[in-house]
């Protein structure tokens, strides 16, 4: 009986509290992402779909390239909310910074290729190769280390990983012959295809395991402004079921921010993303283990710090007590 008194509450309390933000003037959020790709789609539909809004928020999402550059713009201020992978968040919490992961809206990594050039066919050719990336540090970075230790290839003595940019800048030095291969996301794969370069490596079926693209920020800004980012995870697992149950409208969405001339690239990345965004983003406890081990390798204190130290599932795990989540499927 106590049990249903307080799931009575709680629900009480989050219709009560969803019906008096239209009262109240909306808090002010700006929030940071780092690509133009599917992966991050779900904070455009929130905010397209006025679904920001009816959570009392009034979000200006701010797009600056890459993770590292991210993370230090939320940490000057610009932004205290950011959509990232969660990989250079918890690099950042073990030098020192109090970010932490709210949410992972995948598991998954959109960055799904190792693609190389013509020639190259298999991975032990990879050796003596120069790989590129978009900046070191960031999610690309990390993913192709973990991929290419998958192939029994030390990133740091086997290869030459070289920063060289975003992904339309990635692939003409490939193309070029300027780099010998990289890492693009699944969306990226048919203009590799149509360039003639050779589909390496499908990642994901290679069974490398990442923290992908979440929800992050620190934990002063949870301690100061709880009550936004408590509606901010409200408003992300409800563009998370507009995305999966509305896809014309979530297309047509992508394909404003994406600016794509060609819409089987949107479709594409809208298919991956309906399959892999979770239902209920809770912090991606195992995919921050993976982050830790890989750091393992160059910082000793990522071999013994804890998981949970990165993380913060309260806001997550609140819609799911509370059944909003699951009121959302039926």
């Known amino acids: 009986?106590?049990?249903?008194?307080?799931?009575?509450?709680?629900?009480?309390?989050?219709?009560?509290?969803?019906?008096?933000?239209?009262?109240?003037?909306?808090?002010?959020?700006?929030?940071?992402?780092?690509?133009?790709?599917?992966?991050?789609?779900?904070?455009?539909?929130?905010?397209?779909?006025?679904?920001?809004?009816?959570?009392?928020?009034?979000?200006?999402?701010?797009?600056?390239?890459?993770?590292?550059?991210?993370?230090?713009?939320?940490?000057?201020?610009?932004a205290p909310v950011g959509l990232t992978s969660g990989a250079p968040a918890v690099s950042s919490n073990l030098s020192g910074?109090?970010?932490?992961?709210?949410?992972?809206?995948?598991?998954?990594?959109?960055?799904?290729?190792?693609?190389?050039?013509?020639?190259?066919t298999n991975p032990t050719?990879?050796?003596?190769?120069?790989?590129?990336?978009?900046?070191?540090?960031?999610?690309?970075?990390?993913?192709?280390?973990?991929t290419l230790r998958k192939l029994a290839i030390d990133p740091d003595k086997d290869v030459t990983i070289r920063q060289v940019g975003q992904s339309p800048v990635r692939l003409a030095a490939l193309q070029a012959g300027s780099i010998d291969g990289t890492t693009i996301t699944v969306e990226d794969k048919l203009i590799a295809e149509k360039f003639g370069l050779n589909i390496l490596v499908d990642i994901p079926k290679a069974g490398?395991?990442?923290?992908s693209s979440g929800v992050v920020t620190t934990r002063s800004f949870i301690k100061k402004e709880g009550e936004t980012v408590r509606r901010f995870i409200r408003s992300i697992v409800e563009g998370i079921h507009t995305y999966k149950t509305r896809k014309?409208?979530?297309?047509?969405?992508?394909?404003?921010?994406?600016?794509?001339?060609?819409?089987?690239?949107?479709?594409?990345g809208y298919d991956f993303n309906a399959q892999t965004y979770r239902q209920k983003p809770y912090p991606?406890?195992?995919?921050?283990?993976?982050v830790l081990e890989q750091l393992a390798y160059t910082n000793p204190a990522a071999k013994i710090a804890e998981p949970e130290r990165f993380l913060d599932a309260r806001f997550v795990k609140e819609l799911d007590d509370n059944g909003h989540i699951d009121r959302l499927y039926k």
Request: glycine share 8%; net charge positive.
């Open 284 to 290: 991606f406890i195992q995919g921050i283990q993976l």
């Open 97 to 120: 910074s109090d970010l932490v992961l709210v949410a992972s809206l995948s598991n998954v990594s959109g960055i799904a290729y190792l693609v190389t050039s013509p020639k190259i």
């Open 1 to 78: 009986m106590r049990l249903k008194e307080n799931g009575l509450i709680a629900l009480l309390a989050l219709l009560v509290s969803s019906t008096s933000y239209a009262a109240e003037a909306p808090i002010k959020l700006r929030v940071a992402y780092p690509t133009l790709t599917g992966s991050y789609a779900v904070a455009w539909i929130a905010k397209e779909e006025q679904i920001f809004k009816k959570n009392g928020l009034d979000v200006e999402l701010l797009f600056i390239q890459s993770s590292p550059i991210l993370v230090a713009a939320m940490l000057a201020g610009t």
């Open 208 to 211: 490398v395991e990442v923290l």
């Open 248 to 268: 014309a409208k979530s297309i047509e969405i992508m394909s404003k921010y994406m600016k794509v001339s060609d819409p089987r690239v949107i479709d594409i």
């Open 125 to 146: 050719q990879l050796k003596g190769k120069i790989l590129g990336i978009d900046r070191l540090g960031g999610t690309g970075d990390f993913i192709l280390r973990r």
